[in-house]
């Protein structure tokens, strides 16, 4: 039988790298509440995004709903955001209290088409919460001025944008705040993990109260929070993942490159090209099946009877979930191109190991 390729694989260090970066843990037995591993770490991705604040957290999901829970927005108030997205996104919205009104996408690069978000826009509207997907990036200035003339939040789901920029400019520096997510799926992953970064300074105490219990010190407990820390065994694997982080994105890189190489120009597929002035971070290569002579489906299915495992990502669209059912803003016939991606649209493998005679492997299967 041949192997199996997965969607994704870890990128992980050496097995005695991390031990080397652990080792110090049996010594001072710190292992959470912000020891010294999660210090550095802070200060190494604060330096290595170009970011004025970062605040850490146990996974991305939780500090989504912490960016938008310290923006103090009024309860029931709406937020425009995209059904093109993973559940958190949606999830973290609703579980703030918030009406998601979902705006369609842009079916160049699938990010929320900002040409869209003004008509959405009523009284009720408090915030934007855009999502950048595949290493693609919203268009960020439109959104800004959008934002501004309505003085409106935005708090960017950047969790497929981390070491990605925009004309020189880190992903960590748009909007209000910007999440990422280092889950072990992503191109940067501190086994499980997130981060926010802000430009404002004041955010820092409240969002450090939420994610610690509100504990300032030993007899001090200032803010109802919960517990979203960091530990420092998801530190160390960061603070080594980080090292070799540019050689990863550079070996991904080279995956997408033949991926193009082999699947450019085929009538019935559609790749999602380059964006101007964007510096992806190579996250996911996604294929969209448009009139091909074999239906997603059908490749998703050849795929894995070939021991090859592909996403349907994203599908179904958030808008669509049994959960929302009862939501005046929900149903996926509100986003038509969105709807249309999502029933078209393939992620095929893609890590920083994957060997090119594999990528060749996937290529030949999907082309016979």
Request: hydrophobic residues 40%; proline residues 4%.
């Amino acid at each position: 039988m041949t192997k199996q390729i997965n969607v994704t694989r870890s990128s992980m260090p050496s097995f005695d790298e991390y031990c080397e970066e652990i080792k110090g843990l049996w010594d001072s037995h710190w292992l959470t509440n912000m020891g010294v591993k999660h210090k550095q770490l802070e200060a190494e991705l604060k330096n290595y995004l170009h970011t004025p604040n970062i605040t850490l957290y146990t996974n991305g999901h939780l500090a989504l709903e912490n960016a938008i829970a310290v923006m103090d927005l009024p309860k029931g108030g709406e937020v425009i955001t995209t059904p093109f997205t993973f559940a958190s996104t949606t999830h973290a919205i609703v579980r703030n209290g918030l009406v998601p009104v979902f705006c369609d996408v842009d079916p160049k690069n699938y990010t929320i088409d900002a040409a869209k978000i003004e008509g959405l826009i009523t009284a009720k509207t408090c915030a934007i919460v855009p999502v950048h997907v595949y290493g693609n990036m919203c268009d960020v200035e439109a959104i800004a001025d959008i934002a501004k003339r309505h003085k409106l939040k935005v708090i960017y789901d950047a969790a497929h944008a981390f070491g990605v920029t925009y004309k020189g400019v880190s992903s960590a520096n748009f909007g209000d705040i910007s999440m990422f997510s280092f889950h072990a799926t992503k191109v940067f992953n501190t086994i499980e993990g997130g981060a926010l970064c802000y430009a404002d300074d004041s955010l820092a105490q409240r969002l450090n109260d939420m994610k610690n219990f509100g504990i300032r010190g030993p007899e001090s407990c200032a803010y109802v929070g919960g517990n979203a820390k960091m530990n420092e065994f998801q530190a160390a694997m960061g603070l080594c993942n980080l090292r070799h982080l540019e050689r990863e994105i550079a070996k991904r890189k080279a995956v997408v490159e033949h991926y193009r190489k082999r699947l450019s120009d085929i009538e019935g597929i559609v790749l999602c090209g380059p964006q101007p002035d964007v510096q992806s971070n190579y996250a996911y290569f996604p294929v969209v099946f448009e009139g091909y002579k074999y239906s997603r489906d059908e490749v998703f299915a050849k795929l894995g009877e070939n021991n090859i495992v592909a996403r349907k990502y994203f599908y179904p669209l958030t808008n669509s979930f049994e959960c929302y059912k009862d939501m005046p803003t929900a149903g996926a016939e509100k986003t038509p191109v969105a709807k249309y991606l999502s029933d078209r649209i393939l992620t095929l493998p893609l890590y920083a190991d994957l060997a090119i005679e594999d990528v060749d492997r996937i290529c030949d299967i999907i082309l016979k």
